[in-house]
């Protein structure tokens, strides 16, 4: 099993930025592709960011794009989202997740471990 714990969610205003960790445990982080997702009410979670376990590929979904970056820390077992830019349709609950493969992937169902969510809402 790997347990993921996210932080850094909080309100902030339009424009502002955000740094989202995801700190990981049990089995080993390594070897692992890992995404940032994320979830309004009433809506289906969709893709944020991937990222390869080397760090070497990375994915991001077109609306974050130029905004949002994506980055690991393996020795520290952690994930990071820093988001820049940011607008009020980026409010939603951020949900990291890990893969039992190193293939990146924009879909939920790749994902094998997920933590409990960190909100971020951003205000006009």
């Known amino acids: 099993q790997v347990q993921l714990v996210e932080s850094g969610g909080g309100l902030v205003q339009a424009g502002g930025s955000l740094r989202l960790s995801c700190a990981a445990s049990?089995?080993?982080?390594?070897?692992?592709?890992m995404a940032w997702f994320r979830q309004t009410p009433g809506k289906e979670r969709e893709f944020v960011a991937t990222i390869s376990w080397s760090g070497a590929r990375t994915g991001y979904a077109e609306s974050v794009k130029g905004r949002f970056t994506i980055s690991r820390d393996n020795p520290k077992n952690t994930m990071y989202l820093q988001m820049n830019s940011l607008k009020p349709e980026d409010t939603a609950v951020y949900y990291c997740?890990?893969?039992?493969?190193?293939?990146?992937?924009?879909?939920?169902?790749?994902?094998?471990?997920w933590g409990q969510g960190t909100q971020v809402t951003v205000s006009s």
């Open positions: 997740a890990a893969a039992n493969t190193d293939w990146t992937h924009d879909s939920v169902g790749r994902y094998d471990y």
């Open positions: 049990g089995r080993t982080f390594s070897s692992r592709a």
